[in-house]
């Protein structure tokens, strides 16, 4: 089965050389050296360990994160599966529990006794400061302008709880100040020479086991929320958060052809937004075109106290939709992966381009 699934990668990576070689995608992209990833725990491979393991400090310029087959999905980020299917680098910045700006809604990680670290205060710099370094004379970061993609998939934590689902985002300020720094996190990149960006929208969070309300068999409490039930009204969460994802999803379609086509914010670069809403909605109403075995789309593989204590796995993983109540699974990974290499080649209808 993995095998399979490897191999449709494979066929998928060399496809993105051959078919983009030439101009004439609608991503334009030659060929793929290196991906750089911004984002949370959907994307995060050890980086927010480094900082559980160090006393809350920062990893040094020049930190080479490590590839872990152990993260939140249960196994590989969709991140790694693509950069090891299309022998592309990756630096991957994203930060488990972190938002895209700690100036709009920081959520307190007690392990560190701070905010956890954030895409715009954190992540962006830590990208900048680590590709101007140099090792010798040889630049840290291999960032060949046009092989070189930056993706962003950032917002599970922030439209969450702890977040703007429960009204703790700092007093003031709204969703759309969470949009707004997605696209100044672009701006600083493009300055430091990005050119291609793929903008993964929010994932039908509505759907997860922890925001699903109890229409949909979600929960009373989860390990990411052991007190859902004290916070309020279940189904009004969901509605809430379903809400929320539809809009800004929706505002993602219209402000991103704003700002690159008719603003022209970012002068010759190359825009996907790639739906991985769509996509994940997708599996969770044809379970059976994507997962094996009996599918189970509002279950979850790893069952676990209220803790994080005493987890016990279900029985073939491949199954499920969801690794835990917060988390997509490792097959729901790869299915990421597989359609961002699509994104890539410029054929994906998951996807639409934009450049200027
Ligand atoms: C919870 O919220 C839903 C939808 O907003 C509402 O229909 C329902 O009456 C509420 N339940 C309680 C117990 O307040």
Redesign the pocket.
Request: charged share 20%; proline share 6%.
């Given at each position: 089965m993995k095998g399979t699934v490897f191999s449709e990668l494979l066929a998928l990576a060399l496809s993105v050389r051959v078919a983009s070689a030439g101009r004439g995608s609608a991503f334009g992209l030659r060929d793929l050296k290196s991906l750089v990833t911004f984002g949370d725990s959907y994307t995060d491979e050890s980086r927010l360990g480094y900082f559980i393991e160090n006393n809350g400090e920062a990893p040094p310029v020049g930190w080479e994160s490590p590839a872990s087959d152990s993260t939140a999905s249960g196994g590989l980020s969709w991140a790694r599966i693509v950069s090891n299917s299309a022998g592309a680098e990756l630096y991957n910045y994203a930060i488990s529990g972190g938002v895209c700006s700690n100036k709009v809604s920081p959520r307190h990680f007690d392990a560190i006794n701070a905010p956890f670290p954030d895409v715009e205060g954190y992540e962006i710099p830590a990208f900048i400061a680590d590709s101007h370094h140099k090792v010798g004379k040889k630049p840290f970061l291999n960032l060949p302008r046009h092989e070189t993609v930056y993706a962003m998939w950032i917002g599970t934590n922030d439209v969450g709880n702890s977040a703007f689902l429960t009204d703790e985002q700092i007093k003031g300020k709204t969703l759309l100040d969470y949009v707004d720094t997605i696209y100044s996190s672009f701006d600083k990149l493009y300055k430091n020479g990005a050119r291609y960006f793929v903008l993964m929208n929010l994932a039908p969070l509505h759907l997860l086991p922890q925001y699903a309300g109890p229409e949909l068999d979600g929960p009373d409490a989860t390990p990411f929320w052991p007190n859902k039930a004290e916070a309020g009204?279940a189904?009004?969460f969901h509605?809430r958060i379903k809400e929320n994802v539809v809009t800004l999803n929706e505002l993602f379609k219209y402000k991103t052809p704003v700002e690159v086509t008719f603003k022209r914010r970012y002068k010759g670069a190359n825009f996907a937004l790639f739906d991985t809403s769509a996509l994940i909605t997708d599996i969770y109403n044809n379970p059976n075109r994507y997962l094996k075995g009996t599918p189970n789309v509002r279950g979850w593989i790893n069952n676990c106290d209220l803790t994080g204590g005493n987890c016990e796995k279900a029985d073939c993983p491949e199954s499920y939709l969801w690794f835990d109540e917060l988390h997509p699974s490792v097959r729901t990974s790869e299915i990421i992966a597989e359609n961002f290499l699509a994104v890539l080649n410029g054929k994906s209808k998951y996807a639409t381009y934009y450049s200027s």
């Amino acid at each position: 089965m993995k095998g399979t699934v490897f191999s449709e990668l494979l066929a998928l990576a060399l496809s993105v050389r051959v078919a983009s070689a030439g101009r004439g995608s609608a991503f334009g992209l030659r060929d793929l050296k290196s991906l750089v990833t911004f984002g949370d725990s959907y994307t995060d491979e050890s980086r927010l360990g480094y900082f559980i393991e160090n006393n809350g400090e920062a990893p040094p310029v020049g930190w080479e994160s490590p590839a872990s087959d152990s993260t939140a999905s249960g196994g590989l980020s969709w991140a790694r599966i693509v950069s090891n299917s299309a022998g592309a680098e990756l630096y991957n910045y994203a930060i488990s529990g972190g938002v895209c700006s700690n100036k709009v809604s920081p959520r307190h990680f007690d392990a560190i006794n701070a905010p956890f670290p954030d895409v715009e205060g954190y992540e962006i710099p830590a990208f900048i400061a680590d590709s101007h370094h140099k090792v010798g004379k040889k630049p840290f970061l291999n960032l060949p302008r046009h092989e070189t993609v930056y993706a962003m998939w950032i917002g599970t934590n922030d439209v969450g709880n702890s977040a703007f689902l429960t009204d703790e985002q700092i007093k003031g300020k709204t969703l759309l100040d969470y949009v707004d720094t997605i696209y100044s996190s672009f701006d600083k990149l493009y300055k430091n020479g990005a050119r291609y960006f793929v903008l993964m929208n929010l994932a039908p969070l509505h759907l997860l086991p922890q925001y699903a309300g109890p229409e949909l068999d979600g929960p009373d409490a989860t390990p990411f929320w052991p007190n859902k039930a004290e916070a309020g009204n279940a189904t009004a969460f969901h509605e809430r958060i379903k809400e929320n994802v539809v809009t800004l999803n929706e505002l993602f379609k219209y402000k991103t052809p704003v700002e690159v086509t008719f603003k022209r914010r970012y002068k010759g670069a190359n825009f996907a937004l790639f739906d991985t809403s769509a996509l994940i909605t997708d599996i969770y109403n044809n379970p059976n075109r994507y997962l094996k075995g009996t599918p189970n789309v509002r279950g979850w593989i790893n069952n676990c106290d209220l803790t994080g204590g005493n987890c016990e796995k279900a029985d073939c993983p491949e199954s499920y939709l969801w690794f835990d109540e917060l988390h997509p699974s490792v097959r729901t990974s790869e299915i990421i992966a597989e359609n961002f290499l699509a994104v890539l080649n410029g054929k994906s209808k998951y996807a639409t381009y934009y450049s200027s």
